[in-house]
């Protein structure tokens, strides 16, 4: 089993960052990929970035493209995600999870997800 667990959230007005953590325990063998989704309330969970765990390849949805950062340090088994220019519509528990398959968009792809951190930002 992988634990997984978040940090970093917080309220932010528009146009600000902030960077959250997520900290893997456990069988991190496992971890072929890690992936930030958000949920916000009365919406489905979507997904915002993904890296591959070796080789660090990403990927990220369209509307955080150029705005937020995917990073790991494998050493501390941690997952980053760097957020620049917020939006209102940002907002969002924001979920770290991981895979020990391949690199995907899709919640189902994803084994193991952490409890979850919100991000406010305020206009």
């Known amino acids: 089993q992988v634990q997984l667990v978040e940090s970093g959230g917080g309220l932010v007005q528009a146009g600000g960052s902030l960077r959250l953590s997520c900290a893997a325990t456990?069988?991190?063998?496992?971890?072929?990929?890690m992936g930030w989704f958000r949920q916000a309330p009365g919406k489905e969970r979507e997904f915002v970035a993904a890296i591959r765990w070796t080789g660090g390849s990403t990927y990220y949805a369209d509307s955080v493209k150029g705005r937020f950062t995917i990073s790991r340090d494998a050493a501390q088994n941690t997952v980053y995600l760097q957020m620049n220019s917020l939006k209102p519509e940002d907002t969002a528990v924001y979920l770290c999870a991981a895979s020990n398959a391949g690199l995907g968009a899709t919640p189902s792809y994803y084994n193991y997800w952490g409890q979850g951190t919100q991000v406010s930002v305020s206009s």
């Open positions: 456990g069988q991190t063998f496992r971890i072929y990929t």
